[in-house]
């Protein structure tokens, strides 16, 4: 990590402590995050995300810091980046429930870091991926809000735990599936296939983020005359589609070229007219 910033706009060493050993961040994963890339100075789809931060926080009845406050934090955070040799950063807002017995208030703050050569190298290259099972059935988000399926919580374990399988299985990425077979999301991402000339993702009551990249890929494409369709996918829909993608705010919209051993079609003229409808736009 390089840069580290408070909600009043302080920068802190990031090398020294910060939190609590009784936070509930660290103690339970209890609390809510975000990443953004910041391209040339500028956050991505800031809003959507300070948004999303917002309603995770609600489904998990925490008292987020206002809007203007992580506005302050993430200046603070870009006005030490050193853009000229690193024109994009990954900017974390990180909220925890505070520490246990407290009152109530907040730890926040925001964290802005380098992006990792790997993840370069699968913008450009792709990924392979795996379809592993989530265990959920489509409508259980809406029967159990207390799963907290659709917050970015700070609970992140199962999502990097299935990434490690996905390693065993020889494979860089996940596809998870719900009890009736059909697609839900990656750990860190939203999947987005195209079929002709129309985008399709699943949609977010399965359980899933409402993922802002995927959200932004959409709007832009609509603009540019694609229809974009948010139903319910299958397995075999990904095998069969034009192009398959994992999308996020800091892969972009990173191409899946091979699916549970098996390759799916790639074609660059595709992928490349999808991230420049996406790229267009910023
Ligand atoms: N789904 C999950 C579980 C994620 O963690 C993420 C982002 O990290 C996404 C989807 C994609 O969201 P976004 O495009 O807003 O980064």
Known sequence: MRVLA?????HVDPESPLLRADDLGVQRGDGVFETILAVDGKPRELQ????RLRRSARLMDLRPPEDADWHR?????LEQWPWESEPELAVKLVCTRGVDGGDGTPTAF???????????RKRDEGVSAVTLERGIDPDLTERAPWLLLSAKTLSYAVNMAALREAERRGAEEVVFTATDGSVLEGP???VVLAEGNTLVTPPPSAGILRGTTQGALFRAAS???WNTSVEPVSVERLRTADGLWLASSIRLITQVHTLDGERVTVDPELHRRVRGIYEAQY
């Open 48 to 51: 959507p995300h300070l948004d």
């Open 223 to 225: 603009t540019a005359g």
């Open 188 to 190: 860190t991402s939203t």
């Open 110 to 120: 925001a964290t802005g870091q380098s992006l990792s050569a790997e993840l370069l």
């Open 6 to 10: 408070l909600l009043d706009g302080t």
């Open 73 to 77: 934090a993430v200046g603070a955070v």
